[in-house]
């Protein structure tokens, strides 16, 4: 069975950091680019950042550029999202997500707020 479980999700202030985690099984991670998404309430679903198989390339949205960070241990099947200098509006549901979307998490909510 497929799976991909974040984790790491929470409620933080304004200017915290938080680290999501998603832990992938029952498919060869390292054969699938990945990339975060997130669900922002009221809004439409958007990247945060995607990452190649390898790990050697990422792109980040606007947004996220210089404030977020993805990575990936293909070793531990494991996709990571390090977030610095959270503002409100980043608040929303994160989703871990393969690049041609064929598979998805269930999403860990990151909540920023004083």
């Known amino acids: 069975e497929v799976q991909l479980v974040e984790s790491g999700g929470g409620m933080v202030q304004p200017g915290g950091s938080l680290r999501l985690s998603c832990t992938a099984s029952?498919?060869?991670?390292?054969?699938?680019?990945m990339k975060w998404l997130r669900r922002v309430p009221g809004k439409e679903r958007e990247l945060v950042a995607s990452?190649?198989?390898?790990?050697?390339?990422?792109h980040y949205a606007d947004f996220a550029n210089g404030r977020f960070t993805i990575s990936r241990d293909n070793a531990k099947n494991e996709l990571y999202l390090q977030m610095n200098s959270l503002k409100p509006e980043d608040t929303a549901q994160y989703y871990c997500?393969?690049?041609?979307?064929?598979?998805w998490g269930k999403g860990t909510l990151v909540t920023v707020s004083s």
């Open positions: 029952g498919f060869i991670f390292s054969n699938y680019g």
């Open positions: 997500v393969t690049l041609a979307d064929q598979y």
């Open positions: 990452i190649d198989m390898a790990g050697s390339s990422t």
